[in-house]
């Protein structure tokens, strides 16, 4: 590589290839982006070298004058399957003096090609018990002689697989290899073997289990097997020496198979039953396919579920004989490990609840048909050590029953073990206001728990589905709390697959409801609106070139359905559990959330196209989204700025802000009469699931900022304080999911753990701390610095550790002023809008403060 020439600034650090990958094996991307870190004191960016060695190949980007510091281009050959990749970046700084060469970073590519598997798809012969969900065990022995270089493991399977190596675990994925759309993609995993495996006799084993790929699905009790009858693996195990030969383990006939393990049953909804007295005798040669089907078979693009972190139960009651209910005093999903003393033949049970009934019993009534219940039958008297295998539980109880006689249970005899995708925690809120950091919390659990290889509703009834609408609402806010940019492309690449021949995007993806194909605005804008989103907060293009065809589709549909720019057929969820509504749709017309989602989507198409270069698209589809918005307007407001043709719903009123449908002269009108309704109602918010996440934010943008304070700050219901009031430790699907008062809401639908209204975390970071990103410059390479300061709160504070480094805003009242404390990462610049009124003011990188008088403390 070439000299290194005067070095005065530190180098480059976390370097990362395509936005958050940091040395990664098995990585998926033949032509990887590069991004990098530059140190404290470097202001900005002018010039970087890239330099990338792969074996004798090696690509040097030259010195480029560019201050791009994430996503640089590679522009060598693409690599190829197993390459193994190092690469180190230098840069040039604003007095045009040059860095050192950055420590080297890695990458191993994947298998790339289905051409690289040799592997066939093997399960064990016969079937298992078709009344349960069985687990297959697989196995196959094998010497190795010469001396290892390097082994890795390629392996998928159509159902959940753990493998064990020697005895131990390989890797530390759970739920791999995730939920896609599996007749279309199946994520690979790779794993680095070489130190597991051993000269001699060498034992590899798998479980495979239903999963969502054969296991129950859906409310249907009967919906099982939907992409598939029986969980299979497909395995690759390629042995390097160190005298060049190599050796492949593939799964193929030579395998042995079983139904007849422990695991007697493993269903993501209903549980695990597991009986330890039955270890697999019947092992017979496996079925084989050597077809390897039609899927593509791609290294899995982005972290797998993995044991996050695990929580200590803090009481114990009992309250029917025999039965002993532990509190982990937090709501959360995964399952619970379980060190107890059992009797030989007897069965344990756990059972899992999010909330006690009055006489603290479990509640369970809300998991609707998912039975969510572990057993352990005990092959001998003494004490174990356990956990499920391919199953999770939505939960903070968690009980016991079938202990023997006469035990005293202790707290560490449950552990709770969280497990989500494997996301890097990027963003803090935080405040004055002990309720306002809970709700900060419960947005995050909600996150966690709905956050299991794909976004769900819900973590725990018998649903767990990627409802669109709800990850459409939440995406801005999950992107604060973690850096989920490879979680959103992968999901989006799913929501491509699924999309309908005819535009449409199903109500959930992957896409396991086909007779209820997808037509609700607000679900289905979660195509147009999440790769913005994510373009927005990173900067990664590449999430609007390969949705740009989804989002133009999914508007052809719009616009076949529209007459005059309007949608007098559409349906849908319409403004999901609005409370007190006439219908759980709510009141707001579905004819106008579909023309305002229509608009809304057709401008995010134009600005995407804008941002591609597709300048002939941009024109086309922004002169569409003015057509419909002039639709929109003339149908459905006044001169006067008020709602017609329609019930005056705050919904109707946020819709028409918040997406811009109105012509300026007539929105503070319009916004008047929305605070008004949040004032007849004694400031209170009459929003469902589409109204709630822009409220607070378009009362505040057209001068009602108090008022959207005061509504976060509302502890009636309905509010976000009011279910904390409750106790809530995650965000609920209803405001009163439960109540002290009158107990619990309608269990058909009832989750303790939906994220929906934890959209306004954007509002908290955006607003009440002021960290909020600019669209014109993404992913924070220039931000905005906006707090607004509210009666109720004298400090607040959010930090994000953005693709530059880390940037802050925070404000706390000192002696009746205000003060205000900012850092801009190196290589960004942000804006501040003071809220004492005085002029804006951009900086470079660094730290600043500034004293504001009492003008600045009291919004308006
Ligand atoms: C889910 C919601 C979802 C909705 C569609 C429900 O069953 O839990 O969160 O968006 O259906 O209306």
Redesign the pocket.
Known sequence: MLAASLALAGPATSLRVDGDFINPLGFYDAMPTFSWRLPAGVKKQTAYQIQVRCGAKMWDSGWVMSDRSTFAPYGGAPFSSRDRVAWRVRFRDENGQDSSWSEPAFFELGLLSDSDWKARWIRPSGEGDQGKEPVACLRREFPIVKKIARARIYVTARGLFELSLNGRRVGDDYFANGWTSYHKRLDTLTYDVTSQLRSGENSLSALVGTGWYAGRLTWEPKVKDFYGGSPELLLQLEVAYTDGSSETIASDGKWEGSFGGPIVSSSLYNGEEYDARRQPSDWKPVATDAAIGNARLMPKPFPPVRVCQTLSSRAISTPQPGRYVFDLGQNMVGWARVKIPVEKDKTITIHFAEMLNADGTLYTKNYRSAESTDTYTAAATGTIEWQPHFTFHGFRYVELSGLPAGVVPQKDWVTGVVLHSALQPTGKFTSSSPKLNQLQSNIVWGQRGNFVDIPT??PQRD?R?G?T??AEVFCPTAMFNYDCLSFWKSWLESMRDDQEADGRIP?VIPNVLPRWPGD?PG?MDAATIIPWQVYVRTGDTSVLAENFEMMTKLLGWYRKQSIGGLLPKIGG?GD?LQPYGKT?KGDTPLPLIGVAYYARSAQLVADAAHVLGKDDDARLYGAEAGKVRQAFAGQYFDADGRLKNAPETQTGYVLALAFDLIPPEIKPKAAAHLAQLVRDVGIHLRTG?LGTPYLARVLEENGYAAIAYDLLFQESYPSWFFPIDQGATTMW?RWNSYSRKDGFGDAT?N?FN?Y?YGAIGQWMYERIAGLAPDPEHPGYKHFFVRPLIGKQLDSARAELETPYGTASSAWTRKDGDVELSVVVPPNASATIEFPDGRKPQTVTAGSYRFRMGPEAGSSR
């Open positions: 509703d819900c649903e589905l409802w609408g709800d109500h609700s679900w969820f999901w759980l699931f699907e639908m989750s939906h929906a």
